[in-house]
């Protein structure tokens, strides 16, 4: 059954947590093969050489195909036949303006699009995640949280490291209350939203008090609601004691 869905992770995965792969597993266990393809895109980071040379020494030790895909070195082949040959596409953190900018001048925005209609699982933490929705709250002028326009493939805002970085939690409540952001979702580090159809299907964790919210403007104030979160790391010490 074909099903559109993005996990978007308000941080984690390779890149924060080496040493805990419970987010990465839990997207690659998304795809029924044995090796799913899963093509990074590290485009927010400016293609760096040391956050491509980590996904690959993470994905090599997990059941997958791991390839990636650079704007800066682009590859000899059509960047649309790569990315719909993947099952994954897994976009790394950094400036989601400098994202969004390159994307729309090689096209890979509509690419990108195509594949999400097409089945293939888009994935991303950070700029990764912000960079699916209508718009997030980003970092990407220095010293300030800032609004961005983004994709609009899912509804609303996002707002990602909302326990890891002291400012995005006042500065999304702050946006929200002078109107100048819509509705969203905010994700702790080490939380991952996963949408099917644009529904939030569940939301999956790598730490054990690592939460999700809904934000809503009411007329009374900002309303934050606690989303109920599963806990990977439990269900797995859960089996390990069983066996």
């Known amino acids: 059954m074909s099903r559109q869905q993005i996990i978007a992770m308000g941080g984690g995965g390779f890149s924060m947590e ?8 839990y997207i690659l266990s998304l795809v029924n093969k044995e090796k799913p393809k899963v093509c990074f895109v590290p485009t927010a980071s400016g ?8 996904f690959y020494a993470s994905y090599q030790t997990l059941p997958s195909t791991p390839s990636h895909l650079s704007l800066f070195k682009p590859p000899h082949v059509d960047l649309r036949t790569l990315v719909l ?3 994954i596409i ?10 969004l900018a390159l994307w729309k001048e090689w096209e890979l925005d509509k690419i990108l ?5 097409s089945s293939i699982i888009l994935a991303g933490l950070s700029a990764g995640s912000i960079c699916w929705f ?20 899912l509804q609303g805002s996002n707002c990602p490291h909302y326990d890891g970085e ?7 409540h702050r946006l929200l209350s002078a109107g100048k952001i819509s509705d969203g979702y905010a994700a702790d580090d080490g939380v991952a939203l996963h949408f099917i159809e644009n529904r939030l299907e569940q939301i999956v964790s790598s730490r054990p008090y690592a939460k999700a919210y809904r934000l809503q403007r009411m007329e009374d104030g900002i309303q934050e609601t606690p989303l109920e979160t599963v806990d990977l790391g439990a269900g797995l010490a859960k089996n390990q004691k069983a066996t």
Do not use: F, H, M
């Open 18 to 25: 080496p040493e805990n792969l419970l987010l990465d597993q």
């Open 47 to 54: 293609d760096a050489e040391d956050y491509i040379a980590r």
């Open 85 to 87: 040959e993947q099952d």
């Open 90 to 99: 897994y976009v790394g953190g950094g400036s989601t303006k400098n994202l």
């Open 113 to 117: 699009k195509e594949a999400w209609k």
């Open 134 to 153: 209508e718009q997030g709250v980003t970092d990407s002028l220095p010293g300030e949280l800032i609004v961005l326009p983004c994709l609009g493939l």
């Open 166 to 172: 002291l400012e995005r939690r006042p500065a999304y």
